[in-house]
Nanobody
Framework: QVPLVESGGGLVQAGGSLRLSCAAS????????MGWYRQAPGKQRELVAT???????NYADSVKGRFTISRDNAKNTMYLQMNSLKPEDTAVYYC????????????WGQGTQVTVSL
């Protein structure tokens, strides 16, 4: 298991911005995709955004045009820039890394709370 440490969550007013970070404790080889997911109270975890090893990005319709996923391979870090935040974006956000090295792996962070107030 590779510890993934998320940071950057917090309380923000609607319309504001936050940037989440997900740092891996070491270089992770053979990554296929990295992503951010979120889970609101009483709801299932849902995909927010993903980025493949080739740099292709994918976003949930609800965040398109407002959120941007990126990564810095040199720092073993992934980011989620969140702009124009809405109360419905309130959730615990988790980072995820998928790949394969001898066997498939699927690493998750511990989650960071994002709360958007009116």
């Amino acid at each position: 298991q590779v510890p993934l440490v998320e940071s950057g969550g917090g309380l923000v007013q609607a319309g504001g911005s936050l940037r989440l970070s997900c740092a891996a404790s070491r270089n992770i080889p053979n990554i296929k995709a990295m992503g951010w997911y979120r889970q609101a109270p009483g709801k299932q975890r849902e995909l927010v955004a993903t980025i493949t090893s080739g740099g292709t990005t994918n976003y949930a319709d609800s965040v398109k045009g407002r959120f941007t996923i990126s990564r810095d391979n040199a720092k073993n870090t992934m980011y989620l820039q969140m702009n124009s935040l809405k109360p419905e974006d309130t959730a615990v956000y988790y980072c995820n890394i998928k790949g394969s090295l001898l066997a498939p792996y699927d690493y998750w962070g511990q989650g960071t709370q994002v709360t958007v107030s009116l």
